[in-house]
């Protein structure tokens, strides 16, 4: 079955470090992988899509790694703060219907000053 | 803001009560969903409507029952819940991929946070 594995529940970094998220994945032949940012009592917020043929995607002071081989995604923060403090989701999709997108159960980051 | 507007944003209800979820997209666009989020869980795909019409179902229980009466509108009306259906309940929408590689980035309402007591 398909299976996504963000494989940190929680992690937590100091102000002004990189922070490393990672995403796994079996048993998925994705198009794209997105990642977005979740606030406590809010719904998720896109920040980057990063397709099957990119290997690597910025903006701003984050960046996105897809390693088809590997089937993983790193997400980097850099120079965090704490505002960056959430919790990210990664997702995976892109088949020719609209139903298979699948997330990750996220990575709750805190960045303390 | 995302153009997505969900109401109300907390509701508390009884195993008997019957309510209703509201969501509603300003993007124009042809796809919504439903999505319920437990804690420390991944989000749980409900159900999609394309173009109004519903097109996946998760093997939801018959407690909950979707409406779509246009592209811009959602209902998820409730009833006869369990405390086990507590969650955050999440609405999105996006335009529908027409092929692999065109993206399908939803964008997600504030949801809204169910108690059943």
């Known amino acids: 079955s398909q299976k996504i594995e963000q494989n940190s529940e929680a992690l937590n970094i100091q102000e002004g470090k990189t922070a490393t998220l990672t995403c796994n994945y079996t048993?998925?032949?994705?198009?794209?992988l997105q990642w977005y940012r979740q606030d406590p009592g809010r719904g998720p917020v896109f920040l980057l899509l990063?397709?099957?043929?990119?290997k690597e995607k910025r903006k701003e002071r984050l960046k996105v790694t897809f390693d088809t081989t590997l089937k993983q995604s790193l997400f980097h923060i850099t120079a965090s703060q704490p505002a960056d403090s959430a919790t990210y989701l990664c997702a995976l999709g892109g088949a020719y219907n609209n139903n298979d997108m699948r997330f990750g159960a996220g990575t709750r980051l805190t960045v303390k000053p | 803001e995302t153009g997505v507007t969900q109401t109300p944003r907390h509701l508390v209800m009884g195993m008997t009560n019957k309510k209703s979820l509201k969501c509603e997209q300003h993007?124009?666009?042809?796809?919504m969903y439903w999505y319920k989020q437990s804690a420390k869980k991944p989000l749980e795909l409900m159900f999609v409507?394309?173009?109004?019409?519903?097109?996946e179902n998760n093997s939801v229980p018959s407690r909950f029952s979707p409406e779509c009466p246009n592209s811009s509108h959602l209902f998820l009306h409730l009833h006869t819940l369990q405390p086990e259906d507590s969650a955050l309940y999440l609405c999105?929408?996006?335009?529908?991929?027409?092929?692999?590689?065109?993206?399908?980035?939803?964008?997600f309402g504030p949801g809204t946070r169910l108690t059943v007591l």
């Open positions: 993007l124009g666009h042809n796809a």
């Open positions: 048993n998925y032949s994705p198009a794209y």
């Open positions: 990063i397709r099957e043929n990119e």
């Open positions: 999105a929408s996006s335009q529908i991929p027409r092929s692999r590689g065109l993206t399908d980035t939803q964008y």
């Open positions: 409507y394309n173009f109004k019409e519903q097109t």
